[in-house]
């Protein structure tokens, strides 16, 4: 009696059906939220039960997982998700973006570029864009089938006029191969750009919402603004202080009390690869770790 | 390009024919049949209970009508039957070519959004892309209406009724519509705000050659604005004609007793 405890990845066979028949609605219709049978998960709402049902629809025996969680591979979040996946799917998992085959995500797009081989998962929370502007779901619904996006025009002018510039910075709306506009899930607007066409599939779940939605390999994706005000990317003005990339999305460290900050890649994977090539940014560990080694050595 | 003109306003824009609408035994609206022309103001004056807001949401293509039609003639000319239209161009003719003002001005603006918001949204709806531009056109139509442009970032819901009441006919008009439906726009203002509001109306449906479906209890309303009236009672039209004729020489004794009931100022 040594049958596993669970079914491959979890969930029944019948409901990785159901979800597979979600996916594949959802990426015949770039950007169009399809509505699914979303299931109770082993995790609360907001821990991405969205995210891992379409992983574990998706999932093969020879996909290699990787987690990401605000672009880190060790925060907990990601670490949970990765060894439900490596216990109930066996699977193997990596923390190195070139290696996955599927990347689910929460909240980053890792800054490596990604291939034709890969999956990326997102965990959305809230997958409707007009969801704050107009409440009620019967009208959204209408609103994106008749595709009126006056409203969403009119969350940007707010900005502006409030901020004198669009402060909108993360959950930036799209519009999907001119068709679907559609809430990226809280990504910062600095990887909007990355969306456009990617040679990845995109997709996208919200458990609690009950929806999954799509970004096809190589679709437009334009980030919504005026003539007068452009989208620009945002990004703090600094290098990382461990590996001195001066392109990646940073995250802000509060180390003391005074003021004292850092800035570091958001991405982890990517700094550490970074710092494993011989690039060290300012508050890099790498030169006293030498020196000690001198010092062991003599 | 007179000739145009005359040609247009020679043409109803909107015509009713024998419109009825019944909610299960009850009958809102008994067939009413009327044509509004170009430029033309009409009230639609009667009791509570009379069938007037359910004749306005008959004519605003709100409410699918029991029997009878309405019809409408596009920007382009061509007379088309409200029921036949898309839901798409249904809408798109709200945003555009009609405007509708609601007694409650909370049902007609996003309280939550700017003034400048509010007005610029069927703009944006339009296509408009274009910040300052959207930005200028709406804090001309703030001055129209004779709202400070100091106020343009400011919600609505810091505005005062009368305030509110003049932004939402503000972001009506922006888009320049032809016809604009009107249900109480006076009703819960006092009298003072009323009367600026009146006279507001009355030089902007001039200014804007705009036509006018405007239903009310207050005949007050009626004669300062409208050039024609519909008395309704119990669902059918009893008496119409020109506000003066009606207002001062009233034929039936339900339109005399309306009429005799307004105080002496």
Known sequence: MNAPAYNFAYLDEQTKRMIRRAILKAIAIPGYQVPFASREMPMPYGWGTGGVQVTAAILGPQDVLKVIDQGSDDTTNAISIRKFFAKTAGVATTTATEEATVIQTRHRIPEATLNENQVLVYQVPIPEPLRFLEPRETETRRMHALAEYGLMHVKLYEDIARFGHIATAYAYPVKVNARYVMDPSPTPKFD???????????????????????????????????????????????????????????????????????????????????QAAGHHGSLSAAPYKEKAQEASNG | MADQDLLDNDEPLLVAKSLSKSFGRIAACRDVSFSLYPGEVLAIVGESGSGKSTLLQLLSGQLAASAGHVSYRMRDGVARDLATLGEAERRFLFRTDWGFVHQDPAQGLRMAVSAGANVGERLMAVGWNHYGRIRDTASDWLTRVEIDTARIDDAPRTYSGGMRQRLQIARNLVTEPR?????????????????????????????????????THDLAVARLLSHRVMVMKGGRVIETGLTDQVLDDPREPYTQLLVSSILPP
Do not use: W
Request: with cysteine.
């Open chain 1, 192 to 274: 909007n750009p990355k969306m456009d066409n990617c040679p990845a599939l995109q997709l996208f779940g919200a458990g609690r919402e009950k929806r999954i939605y799509a970004i096809p390999p190589y679709t437009q994706v334009v980030s919504l603004d005026f003539e007068d005000h452009p989208f620009e990317p945002y990004r703090f003005n600094a290098p990382c202080a461990l590996c001195a990339a001066e392109n990646s999305y940073l995250d802000e460290i509060v180390t003391d009390d005074k003021g004292g900050r850092m800035f570091v890649c958001s991405d982890t994977d990517y700094c550490e690869g970074r």
């Open chain 2, 179 to 215: 016809l604009v439906f009107m249900d109480e726009p006076t009703g819960g203002l006092d009298v003072s705000v009323q009367a600026r509001l009146l006279d507001l109306l009355r030089s902007l449906v001039a200014e804007l050659h705009l036509a006018v479906i405007i239903v």
